[in-house]
């Protein structure tokens, strides 16, 4: 799976990359330590990462968001 691919996050309610996905939802729940950020809210709540892990959102290339393409968002 290309990381690199641009999906709708339905609880961000914005586009992003399978990346940003697995970053954001890796930061710690609550307090952080200094320097880290904790998670976001939206991604505490997420259900949706289990889709983005088994490549079930429609996804398109960086080049092809860049160029006016939107990947279809998901209702959950």
Do not use: H
């Amino acid at each position: 799976m290309d990381k690199s691919r641009i999906f709708y996050c339905q609880p961000q309610k914005a586009y992003m990359s399978i990346s940003n996905c697995k970053a954001l939802r890796g930061r710690p729940t609550g307090k952080a330590a200094a320097g880290t950020q904790p998670k976001m809210i939206a991604c505490e709540r997420c259900d949706m990462f289990k889709l983005v892990d088994k490549n079930k959102v429609e996804t398109v290339s960086m080049t092809d968001y860049l160029g006016g393409e939107r990947p279809i968002s998901i209702s959950l």
